[in-house]
C-alpha cells in the first residue's frame, strides 16, 4: 500500500560522499531535504581506502571547502595523518593526502547531517521516482512511503543492484556486507536510462598485532601540519605512521598460479573496472616486468586493529589472499580480519545529464557520483556538492551556478562526465586539467569562494576570511614594487640560496622570481607588510610561475571565446550537410551549449567544429571580429 508520508522540497537518494554534501546543501540554502540511505550506519562510509585527498583529489577537496562543503572540515576534524604530497614538483600538482579515521568520520559526517533543522535522515530504500509532465514530482520507498518534491538528487553510490565477488563466492549485497538497493534501476530504465555495470574493488584487511611493523618502512605525518579547510587554523595532534612495504616474485607466483580463480578472469564479472586503480591481479598481469610493487599500510582508527593494505586490491578467493600476503615483509604471520573482495553495480552513462548535473529528459532529476561513473570519494564529494547547489537553484528558480574547466577542478570533472562520457570507472588527474598552473589547491578560495556567495553556503566568517587574504596580498604586492639597494645581508641571502648575484639596486618582485627566495625571507630583511602564511604562498607562487601563468590566462582567453559561442537550443544538425555523419548523430543527442563545448565531444573532429562557425556567422551569430 502506497501512502503520503511527507512533503519536501528536494530528495537525496543515498548518504555516501555525494549524498551527504548534496543534501548539506540543500538544506543550508534554505530548501526542505529529506535524505534517504539504505543504511544509516553507512552514513559516509569509507567503504575502500581510509583516506581523504591524494593527487589531484586534494584539489577536489580543497574546492568543496571553498565552495561551502563540509569534506575538508570533517578531514581535518578526523585526521590522524596528514601528508602533502608530490611536493618534488611544481606546485600545481602538490595535492594533500589525509590518513582518517574511518569510524570518527562516519560518526562526525553524520552529526553534521542530523544537525541541520531542514534535513531529515531516514533510513529506506528508494524504490522509484516519480514524474508528470517530464518534471519530478516525488519519490517512492521500499515500505510503500511517498514523499512529494521538487527535485530529487540520485547519489546512490556502488550500491545500485550491486554483486560482490570473493573468488567463486558471489551474492547481492553492497559493500562491507551492507545491503544494496535493488529497487531503483528498474526506475531509471523506465525513465529511459541506459544502465551499465562499472566495478571497484577494496584490498583485504589485516590485524596490526599480527604485523611485524619494524621490518616495513615507517611514512609519518607532515609537520607543521598541513589543513584542507579554509577555516582551519594551527592544527596540532599526535599523528600516527603508515608503513611502506612491497610484493616480491614469491608473491607474483602465486596470483599468477591462481589467476584462473578470479572473478574477473574467469568470466565471472562483466563489468568495466577502473584502468588507474587496477587490482593486484591486474598489475601482474599488465605490469609483468615490475619485480615488485608499494604497497602501503594502513591505520583505518584509533579504536580498531584492522589495518588497509593499500594497493593490494583483489577478489581472489580467501585462500590465496591468505597464501600471498604472507609473503611480504613484516606480514609472514599476518591475519585477515575482512578478505578484499570486487563490487559490480549499476550506472548511468552521465552523457544524458546537462552542464548542472540535472538529466536532459527529466526536470529536476539530478545525478551526482558513482552512478554517473566515477570513482573516489572526493569525485563524489565534488558531484554530490555541485548537484546539491544547482538542484536548490533549480528549486528557488535561480540561475544555476556554472562552473567551467577555467574556474575549476569542479569544472573539469563535471565536463568531462556529461560531455566527453566514460567507458570505465573516471578517476580525476591532474593530467585531465588544461589550466592546473591556475587551478592550484592553494587559491581554491581566491577562485571560488566569491562565486559561491550568492548560495548563502559561505558564511561570514569564512568570507571574512577570504577578503582579508586579498588585502594581505594586494598590501604585499604594493611594497614589493620598490627597489633596494644590493647591500650585504641581500647577497649574503641570495648566496645561501642559490639564487644568482646582484650589483646596484633590484626592485623586490624581481628578487621573488628567483628560485629559493620567499616573501618570508625578504620580510626578515625589510619592512614589508605582516602577512598570512597562505597570503604569503599566493605572492611567492604567482612571481615565481609569472610568466607562466600569464601564457595560461591568455589559453582561457581563447577557451572563453570558443565557451561563448552559443549553440541554438533547436539547432538541426541533422540536416547541416558539412557534418560527417557521426558528428551530427553526437550533437543531435548531446545538445551542446557552446561551440567550445561542441569541439571536446568525441566524435566531433576540427573540421566539424568550422562548419559549425560557418553555420553561426551565416545565422549572424559569430562576426568577423572574433
Known sequence: MICTAGKYDIAVIGAGHAGCEAALACARMGLSTLCLCVDIDSVALMACNPAIGGTSK???????????????????????????LNTGKGAAVHSLRAQMDKRRYHERMKAAL?????????QDECASVETANGRVTGITTAMGAHYICQAVIIC????????????????????CGLSNAVLLSNSLSELGFELRRFKTGTPPRVAKASLDLSRMQPQPGDEPIPHFSFMTKGLIKEQTPCYLTYTNERTHRIILDNIDRSPMYAGAIH????RYCPSIEDKIVRFADKERHQLFIEPEGLTTDEMYVQGMSTSLPFDVQEAMLRTIEGMEDCVIMRYGYAIEYDCIDPTELDARMMSRRVGGLFFAGQINGSSGYE??????????????LYVKNEEPLLLSRSDAYIGVLCDDLTVKGTNEPYRMMTSRAE???????????????????????????????????REDIARARAALGRSVPADEALVRLL???????????VRLEALLRRGGVGYTDLASLYDLPEIEAEAAEEIDLTAHYGGYIEKQREQIARFSRMESLCLPEDMDYMSISGLRIEARQKLTKLRPSSVGQASRISGVSPADIAVLMVRLKAMGEVNDER
Open 379 to 392: 569525485e563524489a564529494a565534488a558531484q554530490g556538492l555541485y548537484a546539491g547547489i544547482n538542484a536548490a
Open 495 to 505: 648566496e645561501e640560496r642559490g639564487a644568482g648575484g646582484v650589483t646596484g639596486s
Open 435 to 469: 589550466y592546473r598552473l591556475l587551478l592550484r589547491q592553494d587559491n581554491a578560495d581566491l577562485r571560488l569562494t566569491e562565486m559561491a556567495r550568492r548560495t548563502g553556503l559561505i558564511s561570514d566568517k569564512r568570507y571574512s576570511l577570504l577578503v582579508k587574504k
Open 156 to 175: 546512490s553510490g556502488v550500491y545500485l543492484n550491486s554483486r560482490v565477488h570473493t573468488g567463486e563466492y558471489n551474492r547481492s549485497a553492497g559493500p
Open 58 to 84: 586534494g584539489h577536489l577537496v580543497r574546492e568543496v571547502d571553498a565552495l561551502g562543503g563540509e569534506m575538508g572540515l570533517a578531514a581535518d576534524d578526523c585526521f590522524i595523518q596528514m601528508r602533502m
Open 271 to 274: 563489468a568495466t573496472g577502473t
Open 114 to 122: 542530523e544537525g541541520e533543522p531542514l534535513l531529515t535522515l531516514r
